[in-house]
Antibody, heavy 117, light 109 residues
């Protein structure tokens, strides 16, 4: 297993919700900014959200702000992404990533999210 | 805006390859550093970082890979392409919203 192990993802209807999780065993999780990056089928990479080490600061790409919430449990070393009001444009592979000095060091294996009726 | 070229790169084994990444504005940060990274994604795998801050190679990355550039123009070079190098290469700038290039698909001729 890798340093970042993600939940499986799932199939959800438009308008539905899904929560992704990412269990970390990186050396410095509690000191790291963490990020979610997604990739639509056959497309490129897109940054989605990031959270500071204490979990007190969150940032989002415009297309998900107000619908997605990034959070973390430092005691358990888990990163989350709560996704609400999902649309078919949210379909894709979601990666949990360690963010250090404006770059992405460790990547999870990806969680497949499919939004379809 | 970050633009990569070419989008498709057929290369003969053992030959060099080069990917260009251009920004519409300077990527020099107010702290004096330039946070431009390169990633490689093999088919069916998660991306892996190769280069950060323009030219710093990650641990375990072969020295066949090198990054260069400044300001708005950056280049990833592979001195001798091997079969394991196939996949998509992305550049990314960090501070202005983690903007990725479109990706360059390297394939073996």
């Amino acid at each position: 297993e890798g340093l970042l192990v993600q939940s499986e993802g799932g199939l959800v209807q438009p308008g539905g919700s899904l929560r992704l999780s990412c269990a970390a065993s990186t050396p410095t999780f509690t000191h790291d900014w963490m990020t979610w990056v997604r990739q639509a089928p056959g497309k490129g990479l897109e940054w989605v959200a990031k959270i500071n080490p204490l979990g007190t600061g969150e940032y989002y790409v415009d297309s998900v702000r107000g619908r997605f919430t990034i959070s973390r449990d430092n005691a358990r070393e888990i990163l989350y992404l709560q996704m609400n009001s999902l649309t078919d444009e949210d379909t894709g592979l979601y990666y949990c990533v360690t963010d250090a000095w404006w770059s992405f060091v460790y990547w999870g294996q990806g969680s497949l999210v499919t939004v379809s009726s | 805006v970050i633009s990569q070229s070419p989008l498709s790169l057929p290369v003969t084994l053992g030959q060099p390859a080069s990917v260009s990444c251009r920004s519409s504005q300077s990527l020099v940060h107010s702290d004096g550093n330039t946070y431009l990274s390169w990633f490689h994604q093999r088919p069916g795998q998660s991306p892996r970082r190769l280069i950060y801050q323009v030219s710093k190679r990650d641990s375990g990355v072969p020295d066949r890979f090198s990054g260069s550039g400044s300001g708005t123009d950056f280049t990833l070079k592979i001195s001798r392409v091997e079969a394991d190098d196939v996949g998509v290469y992305y550049c990314m700038e960090g501070p202005r919203g983690y903007i990725f290039g479109q990706g360059t698909n390297l394939e073996i001729k």
